[in-house]
């Protein structure tokens, strides 16, 4: 079966430092990626997605990699703010409709 | 314009009672999706629905679990005989389409406890 795990479960950055968060996916045939952030109390919101013919998009203020070569995933975010505090999910789809989503990862902004 | 809604926010209920919970999609959004998130877990597909199609009951985890999609737009997820496992928050999404890389939108979730 699939599985998408994420490399540290915690995170803690300085406001104003960058931040990136990992993902790591194990089926090659999944096309499609999506970051979502979920605060506390409330369902995950869309941040940015990525096909799997591309490598690299940017938003705003964030940035998202992949390497297919190495099944991984990466989201960075600039110039982190503590609004940014809350955890952040990897999720792939590769043909069916539903996504399949990693465990997250905490990030909390220091001031 | 409103996002998807879910009552109750939380719900908190004895086991072996039954319990449903209620999704409002985005208006006109074909397609909408129920996932479990246990503790500390990441979401857990449950049930997928896109238009008249025959909904998608693969993550379902047993029989006690069974959803509904009445007239294409309000869902109910209806859990019978509760076990303090399906203490989770139950979270609904909708999307646009359904098909390849449509944003799914999620709502706030119901949190159901059992005791």
């Known amino acids: 079966g699939e599985s998408v795990g994420l490399h540290l479960p915690t995170l803690s950055v300085q406001e104003g430092d960058n931040s990136i968060i990992n993902c790591a996916y194990s089926?090659?045939?999944?096309?499609?990626f999506i970051w979502y952030k979920q605060e506390s109390g409330k369902g995950p919101q869309f941040i940015i997605d990525?096909?799997?013919?591309?490598d690299k998009r940017q938003g705003q203020r964030v940035t998202v990699l992949l390497n297919k070569t190495v099944k991984h995933l990466s989201l960075q975010i600039a110039a982190t703010q503590p609004g940014d505090s809350a955890v952040y999910f990897c999720?792939?789809?590769?043909?069916?409709?539903?996504?399949?989503f990693g465990t997250g990862t905490r990030l909390t902004v220091i001031p | 314009g409103a996002g998807v809604s879910q009552s109750p926010s939380n719900k908190v209920t004895e086991k072996g009672k039954d319990v449903e919970l209620r999704c409002d999609p985005i208006?006109?959004?074909?397609?909408l999706y129920w996932y479990r998130q246990s503790l500390g877990q990441g979401l857990e597909f449950l049930i997928y629905?896109?238009?008249?199609?025959?909904?998608?009951k693969s993550g379902l985890p047993s029989d006690r679990f069974s959803a509904e999609r009445t007239g294409g737009s309000v869902s109910t997820l209806t859990i019978q005989r509760t076990q303090q496992e399906d203490s989770a928050v139950y979270l609904c999404?909708?999307?646009?389409?359904?098909?390849?890389?449509?944003?799914?939108?999620f709502g706030p979730g119901t949190r159901l406890t059992v005791l």
């Open positions: 089926n090659s045939a999944s096309d499609y």
């Open positions: 629905f896109q238009g008249n199609s025959a909904p998608d």
């Open positions: 990525i096909r799997s013919n591309m």
């Open positions: 999720a792939e789809k590769s043909g069916a409709n539903n996504l399949f």
């Open positions: 208006s006109g959004h074909t397609a």
């Open positions: 999404a909708s999307s646009l389409k359904g098909k390849g890389t449509d944003t799914q939108y």
